[in-house]
């Protein structure tokens, strides 16, 4: 079991460019999340998926957009990147979406715009 | 809406001390809490976790946490610290949200720096 796995670990990006960061998980979860996380403010909810073909947005969901195909998968789209977006991104997944679930973590993705 | 409260930022301690990480949440039903731990360059891994029953919560890595609800706190707590310690720590509180799932609002951390 590899749990949560996201990739890349690190990228610079200029402003303006877009990217997909890469999120997948092995566990059979069909909640899936997406967090960014600035100095100081804790994690943000960007999106959520509670199944395959079913997302929804979060706290901060401006400039950024989701899909999910399958099970699996959940990546997040950047289209114009923006300093703002600076950040780490976590990629987080639970069995169900009952309140006291635990999330899983994946290691996260180091995202610079310059 | 639901609020965690983490007041301090940085922690100092030494190693063999007792540690003691603050936490105060806001949310108008029964909580669900969580306490994080980040290690440099990781992800979050769930130290322990309260949703009912005793108040004392035992979790992993010789945490634990104790819910109280009228002073809407979940502090952590550590006897004796490990230089192996020395990370962040978040706070969170779930709430339910129906079919839109659990959604988990995190305190802004605390970074804890053990001193040899």
């Known amino acids: 079991n590899a749990g949560v796995t996201q990739t890349p670990k690190f990228r610079i990006l200029k402003i303006g460019q877009s990217m997909t960061l890469q999120c997948t998980q092995d566990?059979?979860?069909?909640?899936m999340y997406w967090y960014r996380q600035d100095p100081g403010m804790g994690l943000k909810l960007i999106y959520y998926?509670?199944?395959?073909?079913?997302?929804d947005k979060g706290e901060v969901p401006n400039g950024y957009n989701v899909s999910r195909s399958t099970t699996e998968d959940f990546p997040l789209r950047l289209e114009l990147a923006a300093p703002s977006q600076t950040s780490v991104y976590f990629c987080?997944?639970?069995?169900?979406?009952?309140?006291?679930?635990?999330?899983?973590f994946g290691p996260g993705t180091r995202l610079t715009v310059l | 809406a639901q609020s965690v409260t983490q007041p301090d930022i940085h922690i100092t301690v030494s190693e063999g001390a007792s540690l003691e990480l603050r936490c105060n949440y806001s949310?108008?039903?029964?909580?669900?809490l969580f306490w994080y731990v980040q290690s440099p360059g990781q992800g979050l891994q769930l130290l322990l976790k309260y949703f009912s029953g005793d108040t004392l919560v035992q979790g992993i890595k010789g945490f634990e946490a104790e819910f109280k609800r009228s002073q809407s706190s979940f502090n952590l707590r550590k006897p004796s610290v490990h230089w192996s310690d020395a990370a962040e720590y978040f706070c969170a509180v779930g709430a339910w949200r129906g079919a839109a799932g659990n959604k988990l609002t995190f305190g802004g951390g605390t970074r804890v720096l053990v001193k040899p």
């Open positions: 998926s509670v199944g395959a073909g079913i997302t």
């Open positions: 987080a997944s639970s069995y169900s979406g009952t309140e006291h679930n635990e999330q899983f």
């Open positions: 949310y108008g039903a029964t909580p669900y």
């Open positions: 566990m059979n979860h069909n909640y």
